[in-house]
């Protein structure tokens, strides 16, 4: 078997939106999932790109991919290295394309002289953390995300005149 | 007393780098610090920025700033906002500038058209997640953030094997 990682190109495109929503359907957020073609051909490779990708091709067929952008550190005073998304096919799960992945994107970071590379994992998926601790990773333990979206965004926006 | 929040300049770089530390010295990590002003001015002002900043001054003085940065959503195939720093002086918590900040973040989220703005909170401290869940805002109460750097994150790399 031939694996192959490598840089996302315009031609990946149809392949990674499917992708992403087997991803979508694999978390059970299909009803979050409004990527199309152009929306995240935009996101890729338009004029301000908003993320980057890998692909993970095994015989030739997009099996896999990695999301990532920057982060910032003000402490560190640098950019660090944001992995969004890592999904390989869970057929292919095991067979070492995500720790590839992975690798690869940990050495786009080291390259770029970020000063940290994060990620996030849901608490209850002890394989991942056990998986992520083993390499060397920290899970965080007091740090929580906080998101406000839509409606609420809009009225915390608007109240400001 | 009159409050202007708006965005920095590279003329703020001084003010805006002893807050920071301010910051730091204020969650005990100023062992973690090694900003200093060129490398602010860099991340800000530099040929590819890596993050925004808006200040806070109170009476003409500096004594609040919010940094923020773009991330991404595969789902919603669009950009988000992330709020990394939000600070104000001690002795001028309360008077309403940090919500000031806050909502002109949110602003600029809501006109930059982002899908949804997040930052992070210690899950101790129950003051903030009051406040940020009175306006709307929800904690995810099952993602953690997981992060690699130094040797581990280049031995992930490779750069040591």
Redesign the interface.
Known sequence: MADVIRNATPHDVTGLLGL?RE??EYEK?TH?????ED??RE?LFGARP??EALVAERDGKLVGYA?Y???????????GL?L??LYVQPALRGSGLGTAL??RV??I???RQC??????????NQNAIDF?TK???????????????D??????????S
Chains 1, 2 share one sequence.
């Open positions: 992403t991803l979508a957020l979050l999932f409004v990527a199309t929306t995240l996101a908003a993320v999301l952008f920057h982060n910032f550190s003000t402490f560190l005073s640098r950019r944001y969004e998304d992975l690798r940990a050495a970071a080291v390259e000063g940290r590379f994060e990620w996030s994992v849901l608490d209850w992520y390499m060397g990773a920290t899970v965080l333990p007091d740090w929580r995300i906080v998101r406000i979206t409606a609420a965004l809009n009225r915390l926006a608007g109240a400001t």
